[in-house]
T-cell receptor, first 112, second 114 residues
Framework: SQQGEEDPQALSIQEGENATMNCSYK?????LQWYRQNSGRGLVHLILIRSNEREKHSGRLRVTLDTSKKSSSLLITASRAADTASYFCATDRGSTLGRLYFGRGTQLTVWP | DADVTQTPRNRITKTGKRIMLECSQTKGHDRMYWYRQDPGLGLQLIYY???????NKGEISDGYSVSRQAQAKFSLSLESAIPNQTALYFCATSDHQGRATEAFFGQGTRLTVV
């Protein structure tokens, strides 16, 4: 069963706007990771946030983690058409470090 | 050259046939994984291996088997392929040594069982 659930399932915005995707999960975690997948291609790691961290930045990406609510959000600022992809959150649980549980993903479309 | 290489990239096979998907990596990672992705769904873990002598079942291992021939090679077999095994298959690697790190994915194998 999937551990993470992303919301929304699909998001459509204009270039220059910000995109926010959310992820909820059910059990305690070691860390939470966000991945990007271009259509039919392999997943690419974007950012990892540990359970004792609340916010992390990488370029135009900002990730927050609220362990009390078991949720995370990924913010992409100043979106570009090239950001069009599916975005997945993956949780790394306490029992087996490294085994990831993926959500169903958010399909982001950025229009020029 | 890709760090995680999957072969073949595409394969069409008939129901009942045995098929093997191969994965090799040049990252020197100890951990390797096989995932399956169905349209509109996330990735589901089939098998994983934390070193050459370690094989573990994932969420959906029925109908699949794996072999870790070397640290760099991890193959997935479908002993008798069935149509509902039609999916996109990904191999991934990660390196831990006591800390959490990202996973690196291959480009995927698109398998169609007819």
């Amino acid at each position: 069963s999937q551990q993470g659930e992303e919301d929304p399932q699909a998001l459509s915005i204009q270039e220059g706007e910000n995109a926010t995707m959310n992820c909820s999960y059910k059990t305690s975690i070691n860390n939470l990771q966000w991945y990007r997948q271009n259509s039919g291609r392999g997943l690419v790691h974007l950012i990892l946030i540990r359970s004792n961290e609340r916010e992390k930045h990488s370029g135009r990406l900002r990730v927050t983690l609220d362990t009390s609510k078991k949720s995370s959000s990924l913010l992409i600022t100043a979106s570009r058409a090239a950001d069009t992809a599916s975005y997945f959150c993956a949780t790394d649980r306490g029992s087996t470090l490294g085994r990831l549980y993926f959500g169903r993903g958010t399909q982001l479309t950025v229009w020029p | 050259d890709a760090d995680v290489t999957q072969t073949p990239r595409n394969r069409i096979t008939k129901t009942g046939k045995r098929i093997m998907l191969e994965c090799s990596q040049t990252k020197g990672h100890d951990r390797m994984y096989w995932y399956r992705q169905d349209p509109g769904l996330g990735l589901q873990l089939i098998y994983y291996s934390f070193d050459v002598k370690d094989i573990n079942k994932g969420e959906i291992s029925d109908g699949y088997s794996v072999s870790r021939q070397a640290q760099a090679k991890f193959s997935l077999s479908l002993e008798s392929a069935i149509p509902n095994q039609t999916a996109l298959y990904f191999c991934a690697t990660s390196d831990h040594q006591g800390r959490a790190t990202e996973a690196f994915f291959g480009q995927g194998t698109r398998l169609t069982v007819v």
